[in-house]
């Protein structure tokens, strides 16, 4: 921030970061400066969690001494105490050997398997500021690695989505809770004796609000600096102890699967989507797989988006990000435009697929700008429903505040890039019509800026979402206070 709030404290933005920061400078001294940003750096790295370092403008232009950058940060962890490391791993061994029903939770990979259900459970997640353990920590390879030798069943949460090779015929579907398809959530909760939780993040938005129900008995949770092993905690970090579980999987053939195959299908049509009317949330998420092909790189924005995109199928080599934690409506658009800007100059992403809902888009359209500024030729589906649905869903069906003004999305290209080329799709209200245009050989080319605009129906979600807001809405009629208390929710 560059600004004060008049009163002269030019410290008050330092002193409200330190309570979402690892570690904060402000460089004041130069002797100091090189230092303070060096510190800062290594503890983002290690922590894998944001830092703030503050620039006073009569500071930014001075120099500070060089000698710092002889000494290369630190970018790995170091490593655990190897005899507790070799402890914990022999007991998690020995949990596996004696299971019936192993799960590997990988909170972002679902769950199939057959006969002994073994569930891989990661929870990385998403590239974002706070993420899912296995993501964040650069983890998936091993996590998808342990899944493919074993056969074991694997799921992953929400917030994983995107990191699992949804491929391998073990692969089950998403957990999150009440939202989970009935196959995938008794597997979880009921039938499995043994669950591998790779870097679980328990939010509101990564548990279906909090309706997962995980015996700690019978899990194993793997995070950066600690290992829990039932309610027990030990201080060796997931880094060494999955390679080295890795490791010692590989070596035991007795408890492997063979010809593994879920029994179940991870992406079940609802019966809702089958009508092939008018078009619906459930139909959009069982036929978006048409357009995503290996090297994709799509983004969910907070609501129906993200637990839509959940439930469509990845093939490998797409990546997908959403943001499960803070539930900020509109951060998508910018995200995106900044990772696909990063993933294109590294050579790592063929297309970037955004989709967005136009109440969350209305907060951050400039993105629009840059990405066209920027030629990075995105595919953008706005998915328009009159408002915010998923606050509808969960109180105020009726309320004004929860309905928007309409855009004309049309012309938003022209508005915001006319020299530049773009293509606008839409409005597509029916099956028939998206169907259609997925099949079209111009979108997929996707040599411009696309616009998809797909109207649907006020209130209209994905199954899941439906499934956790009537929790929660009967949670807040509960505990609403009596008409006559003489307050006000707005409608």
Not at 90 to 105: C, G, L, N
Not at 212 to 239: N, P
Not at 419 to 446: A, M, V
Request: glycine share 8%.
């Amino acid at each position: 921030m560059h600004h004060s709030l008049g009163t002269g404290d030019f410290d008050m933005y330092h002193e409200m970061v330190k309570k979402i920061s690892v570690d904060t400078a402000v460089l004041t001294d130069l002797n100091k400066a090189g230092s303070d940003i060096d510190r800062c750096l290594n503890t983002m790295l290690y922590e894998s969690r944001p830092v703030y370092i503050g620039v006073p403008v009569d500071m930014s232009h001075q120099q500070i001494s060089g000698e710092g950058l002889k000494t290369p940060l630190k970018r790995e962890l170091p490593p655990n105490d190897k005899r507790e490391e070799d402890k914990v791993v022999k007991e998690i061994m020995s949990m596996i050997k004696s299971a019936k029903k192993p799960v590997v939770w990988l909170s972002l990979v679902p769950d199939r398997s057959l006969g002994t259900k073994r569930m891989l459970i990661f929870t990385p997640i998403t590239f974002s500021i706070m993420d899912g353990s296995a993501v964040r920590n650069n983890l998936t390879a091993e996590s998808n690695r342990i899944a493919e030798i074993t056969g074991w069943t694997f799921v992953t949460t929400c917030m994983g989505k995107g990191a699992a090779n949804e491929e391998l015929p073990n692969y089950s579907g998403i957990y999150e809770g009440a939202g989970s398809i009935e196959e995938v959530r008794k597997v979880v909760e009921d039938d499995s004796d043994f669950v591998l939780w790779i870097g679980s993040f328990r939010t509101d938005f990564n548990t279906g609000e909090m309706t997962d129900f995980v015996d700690e008995k019978k899990t194993v949770d793997l995070q950066r600096f600690f290992t829990k092993i039932g309610s027990k905690k030990y201080d060796v970090g997931m880094h060494g102890v999955l390679k080295a579980l890795l490791s010692e999987v590989e070596a035991d053939s007795s408890i492997k699967v063979k010809d593994s195959k879920v029994e179940w299908d991870p992406y079940p049509l609802p019966e809702a989507a089958k009508e092939k009317k008018e078009l619906k949330q459930d139909f959009l998420w069982s036929v978006l797989d048409k357009i995503i092909k290996p090297g994709d790189l799509l983004v969910g924005e907070t609501g129906t988006s993200a637990f839509g995109l959940a439930a469509v199928r990845f093939p490998k080599g797409a990546t997908g990000y959403n943001q499960t934690v803070f539930g900020s409506i509109g951060y998508a658009g910018p995200s995106f435009t900044g990772a696909l800007k990063a993933a294109k100059e590294a050579g790592t992403v063929r297309r970037g697929i955004l989709i967005t809902g136009e109440g969350s888009l209305q907060l951050t359209p400039m993105c629009f700008a840059d990405l066209l500024k920027l030629d990075l030729k995105p595919l953008i589906f706005v998915l328009n429903n009159n408002g915010y649905t998923v606050e509808r869903l969960i109180h105020g069906k009726t309320a004004s505040y929860n309905t928007l003004p309409i855009w004309d999305y049309k012309q938003l290209c022209t508005v915001f890039g006319p020299e530049f080329p773009s293509k606008y799709y839409g409005p597509i209200k029916t099956c028939d019509e998206l169907e259609k245009l997925l099949d079209d050989p111009e979108l997929h080319r996707g040599d411009c800026f696309q616009l998809v605009e797909l109207i649907l129906g006020e209130l209209d979600a994905p199954w899941s979402v439906g499934q956790v807001t009537a929790k929660i809405e009967e949670f807040n009629s509960k505990n609403a206070p009596p008409k006559d208390a003489g307050t006000s929710m707005g409608g």
